[in-house]
């Protein structure tokens, strides 16, 4: 149980387009899912904290209007990187909140995203 | 906001031998203590957590113990084995649904033959 899935796992684009990364749920439900950034060899960084139904919450430093989040249902949340720049380049991952009572606060991660922007 | 220490950065031990990785904490009111183990390139790995109201919890070759009073806690690792080798973060959060989980910088494990 509690696997997230996020696609695509690799992703090359040029600069100024735009790159959408899904992230899903698939046997549980999650009302709060997190979208990290990971440099090489350092730790994760939260950017958003992605709450269903209602608008994300960025964390200082993050711009909302470059980074979009939607977290249209239970099962899945997007990050959408708008223009994409070379130091946009970096691997993003999601998780998802667990809601079981006992088990609350875990997190669980999608296997992440490599973006390359060109 | 919260704040974790991780340390040491790099760790190398050889097979059979323990490995410990210790963290601190700013932030009082965390409760929540996970442990992640990544894979270069895979995703972090929850391999233990433990909260606010026990002082230490093992799982196999795996232990974790916390000190509330001193804001820090230590993941105890017993007969390494080569597969071990990754990188580590501990981790702290609050309970509650405007948590979120704040990152050590992280361990890197090396398990020599």
């Known amino acids: 149980g509690a696997v997230v899935s996020q696609h695509p796992s690799r992703v090359i684009c040029k600069s100024g387009t735009s790159v959408k990364i899904e992230c899903r749920s698939l046997?549980?439900?999650?009302?709060?899912m997190f979208w990290y950034r990971q440099f090489p060899k350092k730790s994760l960084m939260l950017m958003a904290t992605?709450?269903?139904?209602?608008?994300?919450?960025?964390e200082q430093g993050v711009e909302k209007d470059k980074f979009l989040i939607n977290h249209a249902s239970l099962t899945l949340s997007t990050l959408t990187v708008t223009s994409a720049h070379p130091e946009d380049s970096s691997f993003y991952i999601c998780?998802?909140?667990?809601?079981?009572?006992?088990?609350?606060?875990?997190?669980?991660f999608g296997p992440g995203t490599r973006l390359t922007v060109l | 906001g919260e704040n974790v220490e991780q340390h040491p950065s790099t760790l190398s031990v050889q097979e059979g031998d323990s490995a410990v990785i210790k963290c601190t904490y700013s932030?009082?009111?965390?409760?929540?203590f996970p442990w992640y183990k990544q894979e270069l390139g895979k995703r972090p790995q929850l391999i233990i957590d433990?909260?606010?109201?026990?002082g230490e919890k093992k799982d196999q070759r795996i232990a974790v113990t916390l000190n509330k009073t001193a804001k820090h806690f230590s993941l105890h690792i017993t007969e390494t084995q080569p597969e071990d080798s990754a990188v580590y973060f501990c981790?702290?959060?609050?309970?509650?649904?405007?948590?979120?989980?704040?990152f050590g910088t992280g361990t890197r494990l090396q398990v020599t033959l």
């Open positions: 932030d009082s009111a965390s409760n929540y």
């Open positions: 998780s998802a909140r667990v809601v079981l009572a006992e088990r609350y606060n875990e997190q669980f």
């Open positions: 992605s709450n269903e139904g209602s608008k994300a919450t960025y």
């Open positions: 981790a702290a959060s609050t309970t509650g649904t405007a948590s979120k989980l704040t």
């Open positions: 433990i909260r606010s109201n026990v």
């Open positions: 046997d549980f439900q999650a009302t709060t």
